[in-house]
């Protein structure tokens, strides 16, 4: 396929840097979804506001075919402080872009953009963008405020820059991309007592300190080698002074899996110890599991779709399908409970010098711009063929 003419792409690289320099929070994106709904009504999209507060949805009409397909960016920064000094860095003291959320919303603009001055498609596209998908879930707010009643796509895309693969490059899975993600608090409560008489009250520090070395082996010694899932403590709360066992120990970690069975089975080998290791010490143990994101699973079908148009936007060699998914968690994975889709990545350069996703000196790469576009204008012809 020959590039395409993308004269625009100045103009949209600046506006990139602009929403880099100015990152918002969760829910909080009002002036990018300023930025965005202003664009989309200057390409001439049908522009509705207001889905999970800061939620765009722009709809882009041609030809006389009812089908419609969902194209998702997501919106938000990370609260964190930049270390970059170039000219474009955060003005905004303790929010960062540093995910790449700026050049995704950046890349739909562009792909919108493209799309409305070149309707060569029979069908409807919802553009949407989306609030709040660092931890909060704002596709599923989206969804719960009806986002597939009032746009009922047929299937629904998602792509994450990559840093590690190199710019122009794209990773497709056919099943699992990323893993879910629950929250795991313990609380061990015991009886304190003075640190010299410890014979007068139950030790709740060294029962958490064997629990958390138990918990070790749940992935371990729980599922078959072959299944993957992580089990980390990264929290642990106790104590006031040098001369007092505290009677209370508070824990706290994630848990990430690929599949809903072996969530459960996590689930039921960290309940089992939590248990088993209160009664050998005779503290109490209470523990909760908050699920968050599921796990991100293309489907099938969709897969192949995206590896097709892939391969002509990119270049055959340049669409990798043997990469290993990521224990990372996307609420991406929300929509793909709801509709048929796939969710790709899309090289952002070598990752070097911290250009790494969530780290206080990445940026989005600029010249994935037009590789993105691509991708997504290659789409929308396939699936929306005339
Ligand atoms: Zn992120
Ligand atoms: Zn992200």
């Known amino acids: 396929m020959k590039p395409l003419s993308l004269p625009f792409l100045a103009e949209l690289t600046v506006l990139r840097r602009d929403m880099h320099a100015h990152p ?37 009409r041609a030809g006389s075919g009812k089908r419609m397909v969902g194209l998702r960016a997501d919106m938000d920064a990370l609260p964190l402080d930049e270390q970059n000094d170039f000219a474009h860095r955060s003005t905004h003291a303790g929010c960062m872009h540093a995910c790449g959320h700026d050049g995704h919303t950046a890349m739909l603009l562009g792909a919108a953009r493209y799309l409305a001055e070149h309707p060569d498609f029979d069908g409807r596209v919802a553009f949407i963008f989306q609030p709040a998908e660092e931890a909060e879930g704002g596709a599923a ?49 015991a009886q304190g007592s003075h640190a010299a008489m410890p014979q007068q009250g139950v030790d709740a520090i060294v029962t958490a300190c064997h629990l958390v070395t138990a918990l070790q082996t749940v992935a371990a010694r729980n599922l078959s080698p072959l299944d993957a899932a992580v089990v980390s ?15 209370e120990v508070t824990l706290r970690g994630t848990i990430r899996t690929f599949k809903p069975e072996i969530q459960a089975a996590v689930e039921a080998a960290v309940s089992r110890l939590c248990q088993g290791m209160a009664a050998s010490f005779g503290a109490r143990i209470e523990v909760s599991f908050n699920r968050l994101y599921p796990p991100t699973i293309n489907t099938a079908a969709e897969a192949a779709t995206c590896r097709r148009v892939a391969e002509k936007a990119l270049g055959h060699k340049n669409v990798l399908t043997d990469i290993a998914p990521a224990m990372t968690a996307e609420d991406f994975s929300f929509m793909l409970q709801k509709k048929p889709g796939c969710y790709v990545w899309l090289g952002n350069g070598s990752g070097e010098a911290g250009c790494t996703l969530h780290n206080p000196n990445y940026d989005f790469n600029d010249e994935v711009l037009s ?7 290659e789409l929308v012809r396939e699936i929306l063929h005339p």
């Open 371 to 377: 590789v993105g576009i691509a991708y997504w204008v």
């Open 233 to 247: 403590v990264t929290q642990f709360h106790a104590g006031s002074a040098w001369n007092i066992l505290p009677d």
């Open 24 to 60: 918002e929070l969760a829910f909080a994106e009002k002036r990018t979804a300023d930025i965005v709904a202003r664009e989309l009504q200057a390409y001439g999209l049908e522009v509705h506001r207001g889905l999970a507060k800061t939620g765009v949805v722009g709809v882009l």
């Open 141 to 189: 707010v989206m969804i719960e405020e009806g986002l597939f009643e009032r746009f009922p796509v047929e299937s629904v895309y998602g792509l994450h820059n990559w840093p590690g693969l190199p710019v122009g490059t794209m990773a497709i899975h056919a099943g699992a991309v990323m893993a879910s993600t629950c929250r795991l608090e313990m609380t061990v409560s």
